[in-house]
């Protein structure tokens, strides 16, 4: 059974920093790219980071490249997202997405979701 699971989240001000974790079970885990999306109240899902499977590649969006930054650990079955320099607006539930061999930006492309973990920033 697939099962991804999100830690990390909470409350934070503007300017702080959080590192989220997602842990992976019932997957070969370095077969999988693995990426972060977020979802605000009323917003689409955003992409938001992704990792190759050995993590050769990344990728993250103008809107957080320079503050965030994902990492994993095959070994652990983990990825990361650090966050720092947080705003208001990266206020949303974060979510992390597993799809076999290469990353994409769009959310329908993956195969497993995590459930999501709340991350608040205050101004």
């Not at 050769?56 to 095959?74: A, C, E, M």
């Not at 290469?102 to 709340?118: H, K, M």
Request: some cysteine; proline content about 2%; overall charge positive.
């Amino acid at each position: 059974q697939v099962q991804l699971v999100e830690s990390g989240g909470g409350l934070v001000q503007a300017g702080g920093s959080l590192r989220l974790s997602c842990a992976a079970s019932g997957i070969t885990f370095s077969s999988y790219a693995m990426a972060w999306f977020r979802q605000a109240p009323g917003k689409e899902r955003e992409f938001v980071g992704a990792i190759s499977r050995s993590a050769v590649t990344s990728y993250l969006p103008d809107s957080v490249k320079g503050r965030f930054t994902i990492t994993r650990d095959n070994a652990k079955n983990t990825v990361y997202l650090q966050m720092n320099s947080l705003k208001p607006e990266d206020t949303a539930v974060y979510y992390c997405a597993a799809r076999s061999f290469s990353w994409r930006t769009a959310a329908n492309d993956y195969d497993y979701w995590g459930q999501g973990t709340q991350v608040t920033v205050s101004s």
